[in-house]
């Protein structure tokens, strides 16, 4: 894994501290009891160049697969700091431990492909993975103050400090106007994986609260969120449990890293109604066909995880069209089916059903 560490001036940080941090999946965060010790080791540490450029390598890569989820998502955070206890930089995301020799890139908050050798784990390393550019964030003096071991933060390691609860998460959405005709239905089922936000702060303090990257989380049951008709348009919540973390850094250090993450799936359904967007990739149905939508990603929401009564901001979401997380339309008379980005059956972004004369 390789990236570029800069200051919070945007110059190159030399000689920084780099650190990949591992986390226990999900479901095994939300299992851990408040006030508890949470194991995430440091599983490779590097130093920047004097270009600011870093690598971080792994040489034992079954520390990934004992800490993979079901799905097998290993989430990790990659830490940055200068070595003082008011700059520091910290990127979450997953990564995919699988059986494949091929890597492949991919983006920051995006999974990461990492191959364990065939001959098994221990023989292997990874080789390749996503380039992760991270930047210092200056935090004030008083605020890093007030950071001594009384406010719950350990010695060293990680800390499980409290619950902020069960939060909407956003995961789908259907749009039907009027002169479609049409239904939609929207189905959130068993495994369906969404890719939600991390908070990270210098204090745990409400408002001073920042976007971090993302983790890959999946839900244990399946949610349905019934038929909607004509001149409606739809957005779609389920639930998951987040928790607050304290991270301790004592090389150099010690330095202090509160974070939020998606916990367990919770469950829940709601459905909020939302304008129609506009959608101009349009295809032409005729009277009783339907359409089902079951690849490719959804639209990210930067505000989609509902934690601003927590944190003072919310955070990302995005669940991708799976077999598990899909959308069907059913048109009693003709219509037309709309993306916002492209076309139905490719890349769509959201979709709305409209008459038929918006297909031409």
Not at 1 to 29: C, F, H, I
Not at 46 to 73: C, F, K, P, W
Not at 273 to 286: D, E, G, I
Request: hydrophobic content about 30%; aromatic content about 8%; overall charge negative.
């Amino acid at each position: 894994m390789a990236g570029t560490v800069e200051k919070p001036d945007g110059t190159l940080a030399r000689n920084a501290y780099v650190y990949l941090q591992a986390w226990p999946d999900g479901e095994s965060l939300g299992e851990i009891e408040e006030g508890a010790s949470v194991d995430a080791p440091i599983i490779a540490k590097t130093r920047s160049t004097d270009q600011g450029r870093y690598e971080l390598r792994l040489e034992d890569v079954s520390v990934l697969s004992q800490l993979a989820s079901t799905s097998g998502n290993v989430d990790v955070d990659v830490v940055a700091t200068d070595g003082s206890a008011t700059d520091i930089a910290v990127h979450s995301f997953s990564l995919r431990v699988g059986p494949s020799e091929e890597l492949e890139n991919a983006d920051p908050g995006d999974i990461a492909q990492v191959a364990l050798s065939e001959s098994g784990p221990d023989a292997g390393e990874v080789r390749q993975s996503a380039t992760v550019d991270v930047q210092m964030v200056e935090r004030d003096e008083d605020e890093v103050s007030t950071l001594d071991f009384a406010n719950g933060c350990p010695v060293s390691g990680t800390k499980y400090l409290s619950s902020f609860g069960k939060k909407w998460v956003y995961v789908g959405s259907n749009y039907q106007t009027g002169p479609s005709g049409a239904k939609g239905t929207f189905r959130f089922s068993k495994n369906a994986e969404s890719t939600l936000g991390v908070g990270i702060s210098g204090s745990g303090k409400y408002g001073s609260w920042s976007t971090s990257g993302s983790l890959k989380r999946s839900s244990t049951a399946s949610v349905g969120f019934g038929t909607q008709g004509p001149k409606t348009g739809s957005h779609h919540f389920t639930m998951y449990t987040y928790g607050k973390y304290c991270t301790t850094t004592r090389s150099p250090g010690p330095s202090f890293t509160f974070s939020t993450r998606a916990t367990s799936f919770a469950g829940g359904a709601d459905t909020r109604s939302a304008s129609y967007p506009t959608a101009n990739h349009c295809v032409r149905f005729k009277k009783d066909s339907d359409f089902i939508k079951d690849t490719t990603k959804m639209t990210s929401w930067a505000s989609g995880a509902k934690l601003g009564s927590s944190l003072g901001i919310d955070l990302s979401a995005q669940t991708g069209f799976t077999s598990t997380a899909s959308v069907k339309f059913t048109f009693p008379q003709a219509a037309a089916l709309c993306g916002t980005k492209g076309n139905p059956g490719g890349n769509p972004g959201r979709l709305v059903a409209r008459g038929p004369g918006a297909a031409g």
